[in-house]
Antibody
């Protein structure tokens, strides 16, 4: 049974970076199409990027390119999202989620982490 | 502005049928890429409700159904129950953006 367990809440100052983790159990992380999706307070879901295990490619949403990095650590079976140059508009709940394949959203995201709240405030 | 357009809110009384629309374009739903639907209860992570336009994951009640035609898709909830009060999001893939895209979300209120 696949489970995704995320790290705890973070508080950062504007201009700083944050790294959120997503611990995978039940499968090997590099076999999974892991996506990162965020939700600002009272707002909708916003896709940030996804990893396609079939070709090893990570696709980032254009809005975040140059500021976001998605990585995986096979030794700890954990996926990571790092976001830099934080502003108040980055205050949101960040979710990792798994898709059966593609990393592009072709098949739907069927398993979600519990979410990590990131607050950016001076 | 979301790539997929949903009504901000819909409402119904217990037992009624409600429909939530999701309108896209020939770059996504009409390309044609599948549409998926998520239910988000207050304070919780989204849950996959419908995938592949019409399919329900194990455990999702048959009261929930999906359909797709051209550049639009719909989620229908029949026999509305109080526990169905939640936010609902549609999702697809956009070939022009090469990105996974979500609708803006629809708040379903059970009166």
């Amino acid at each position: 049974q696949l489970q995704l367990v995320q790290s705890g809440a973070e508080v950062r100052k504007p201009g700083a970076s944050v790294k959120v983790s997503c611990k995978v159990s039940g499968y090997t992380v590099n076999e999974l199409a892991i996506h990162w999706v965020r939700q600002a307070p009272g707002k909708g879901l916003e896709w940030m990027g996804g990893f396609a295990p079939e070709d090893g490619e990570t696709i980032y949403a254009q809005k975040f390119q140059g500021r976001v990095t998605m990585t995986e650590d096979i030794s700890t079976n954990t996926a990571y999202l790092e976001l830099s140059s934080l502003g108040s508009e980055d205050t949101a709940v960040y979710y990792c989620a798994q898709e059966p394949a593609s990393g592009r959203g072709y098949y739907g995201l069927d398993v979600w982490g519990q979410g990590t709240t990131v607050t950016v405030s001076s | 502005q979301s790539i997929l357009t949903q009504p901000p809110s819909v409402s119904g009384t217990p037992g009624q049928r409600v429909v939530i629309s999701c309108t896209g374009s020939n770059s996504n739903i009409g390309a044609p890429y599948d549409v998926h639907w998520y239910q988000q209860l207050p304070g919780t992570a989204p849950k996959l409700l419908i995938y592949g336009n019409t399919r329900r994951p194990s455990g999702v009640p048959a009261r929930f159904s999906g359909s797709k035609s051209g550049t639009s898709a719909s989620l229908a909830v029949t026999g509305l129950q109080a526990e169905d009060e939640a936010d609902y999001f549609c999702q697809s893939y956009d070939i022009t953006l090469n990105a996974c895209v979500f609708g803006g979300g629809t708040k379903l209120t059970v009166l």
